[in-house]
């Protein structure tokens, strides 16, 4: 056996950033995965960022072509993946020259240096090979023939050399699971799973990974390990998870409290599609998933679903959520409840349908004729995509309206440790239906919520009809009166106004009254809760608030935005929030709107504030 002549030095670390890099096929996002798999078994609080192509097939080795994956794992407390990577792993030219402008100063690289043929260097645009003229002499760079050393290990094996190439990831993933101590075990159960009726797979990959650490083990490359400590996170069970999956179980969870079947119909649509395959998997629970031909067949199977007494919801991205709009407008005006989840993409239309932005919120708020508002809840990490899908079905059957739920591919694809609930932790969501005749009438409203009552069809003596054209109050026949009209219009408003009364105040972290805040929804708490942490240890008088009620809003959020001198509002979008926030408060509200596809970095919004914060 081949033993280490130099000693290895051990560096405790308290935060690394790591970027697998490489072309489409190169299972980045799997390496990637299983990285944040063995942290989080290890304890680390972890945040993640996929980075997926925006063109489907692009050509093998340029730069459209490069897939990433980022994770940042830490002993302590966390909120981002980092804004820039410690470590860059590049499996060829294009991954690194598409994320070496990343890179830390002095950061490491980790590339397989037989993929650097002068193919791939002039498919990446390289004239020379980085590796050799010089340019990359301010990073510590490791190259590894990991092509040829992959090949090696699994040598013997009856597979064509593409399915040999298609595990160098694994030793890839070795070699970093060598590095930074993390355990191979997670990785072994993972492929006995995925690989159950394919042997020589889960034998291969054994192979490449265990080839990887062990070339780490003995070369002499590598004179430092790193070791990350696990967090000091809360007592209970956790398990890793993304914002779709955390979606997914809660909404299974939700028809489980309310003990009425869940009905998900949805067309497929990048980043939400993820979301019908999960629920797929729940057929023993009672749940049915359905897809439909198009955007319009799925909202309208939901809405039967919701009239037949289930939990009918439908699923989908900002051009979908365009194509949905009447029939959101149809559920309004019936009053059942009805959950839309729209996982937010780049845009307008087609847009860069794998990357992130914050741009449906008009949509959401306002998107359908005709004054039709509907509650909006907006989730701020992926794990807590699991509450707000329960919130969103407590608010849907609890008042009978139709509830947005706003996601977007930062959360979706994103993951972090996640705390399963206990029981006694989650709500009660039984609604009872309808059963009595007696004094029954389709629009007669509960005197604290407004809520209409939910008879299930072929109640004996509740016969109805429900329907687009506008009903008479109570009675909920065909009207055609002004009057009752304008009235049916201010009961409408009237019942999604008064959820404010049923939401939580709106919390600030920070003092309660300063000379900034930063108010923000969605994606980019983390950002922003991480640079004001940072400018409260600097002894900056500045606070964070963090809306996931968008309509309506907590019923104190005029209290809070007028308590400070200046009003900072990052999205990525060009100033939805903040038209919303100004019309509403009459506050003087800056936006800093940058409408790139990528999340906000935690220093972008540091000198921000600290721009705002210098103007007073």
Request: proline content about 7%; charged content about 20%.
């Amino acid at each position: 056996m081949t033993t280490r002549e130099h000693e290895i030095e051990v560096q405790e670390l308290d935060r690394v950033t790591i970027r697998f890099a490489g072309d489409s096929g190169d299972g980045m996002q799997v390496t990637g995965s299983q990285f944040s798999q063995a942290a989080a078994v290890f304890g680390n609080d972890i945040s993640t960022l996929p980075d997926y192509p925006a063109e489907i097939r692009a050509p093998a080795g340029s730069l459209p072509g490069v897939s990433g994956f980022q994770i940042s794992f830490s002993s302590s407390e966390i909120h981002t993946p980092g804004d820039r990577p410690d470590v860059l792993v590049a499996m060829n030219p294009a991954a690194l020259k598409s994320n070496l402008g990343d890179l830390v100063p002095g950061g490491a690289i980790i590339v397989n240096a037989d993929a650097f043929t002068p193919t791939n260097l002039a498919k990446a645009g390289y004239a020379n090979s980085p590796l050799d003229d010089g340019s990359l002499s301010a990073y510590n760079v490791h190259e590894i023939p990991v092509t040829t050393l992959n090949a090696r290990a699994l040598e013997g094996l009856e597979m064509t050399s593409k399915q040999v190439d298609l595990t160098r990831n694994f030793f890839a993933l070795g070699v970093m699971f060598f590095l930074f101590e993390r355990s191979m075990e997670p990785t072994f159960r993972w492929l006995e799973e995925k690989y159950a009726k394919r042997p020589i797979f889960i034998e291969a990959n054994r192979r490449a990974l265990s080839a990887g650490y062990a070339f780490g083990e003995t070369t002499e490359i590598f004179h430092t390990t790193y070791r990350v400590a696990p967090a000091n996170l809360a007592p209970g069970t956790y398990r890793n998870i993304t914002g779709n999956e955390a979606t997914a179980l809660g909404l299974l969870t939700a028809s489980q409290l309310a003990e009425r079947p869940l009905f998900y119909s949805s067309y497929p649509i990048t980043p939400a599609s993820e979301i019908l395959h999960q629920l797929s998997l729940y057929k023993n629970f009672g749940l049915k998933t359905f897809q439909a031909e198009d955007e319009i067949a799925a909202i309208g199977a939901a809405i039967g679903a919701s009239y037949g007494g289930g939990l009918g919801m439908t699923g989908t991205s900002g051009p979908g959520m365009a194509l949905k709009t009447e029939m959101l407008g149809l559920a309004v005006m019936v009053e059942l409840p009805l959950v839309v989840v729209d996982v937010q993409r780049g845009g307008p239309s087609t847009g860069l349908p794998t990357k992130t932005e914050q741009g449906d919120l008009f949509q959401a708020l306002f998107g359908r004729n005709s004054d039709s508002p509907v509650p909006v809840v907006a989730p701020a990490t992926p794990s807590e995509c699991f509450a707000f899908a329960v919130e969103a079905w407590r608010l849907a059957l609890r008042h009978m309206t139709p509830v947005v739920y706003l996601s977007d591919a930062f959360l979706a694809t994103g993951s972090e440790p996640w705390r399963i609930p206990t029981t006694d932790e989650l709500p009660d969501l039984r609604v009872p239906s309808r059963t009595d005749p007696e004094g029954f009438y389709p629009y007669m409203r509960d005197p604290e919520t407004l809520a209409r009552p939910w008879v299930v069809p072929g109640t004996p003596g509740l016969e109805h009809r429900v329907g687009g054209l506008e009903k008479l109050d109570v009675l909920g026949t065909v009207s055609y009166d002004p009057d009752n009209h304008h009235r049916m219009m201010m009961l409408r408003a009237e019942k999604v106004a008064r959820i404010a009364r049923d939401i939580p105040p709106l919390e600030v972290f920070g003092p309660p009254e300063g000379d900034l805040l930063i108010l923000s929804w969605g994606s980019t708490y983390g950002a922003i809760r991480s640079a004001v942490e940072s400018l409260q240890q600097r002894g900056k008088s500045i606070a964070h608030a963090q809306l996931r009620y968008l309509n309506p809003f907590p019923e104190n959020t005029g209290d809070v935005v007028r308590a400070y001198k200046r009003v900072l509002i990052p999205e990525v979008n060009m100033g939805q929030l903040l038209l919303v926030i100004r019309a509403k408060y009459l506050v003087d509200a800056q936006g800093f709107n940058l409408v790139r596809c990528k999340p906000f970095q935690i220093s972008e919004i540091q000198t921000k504030a600290e721009h705002v914060l210098g103007d007073l």
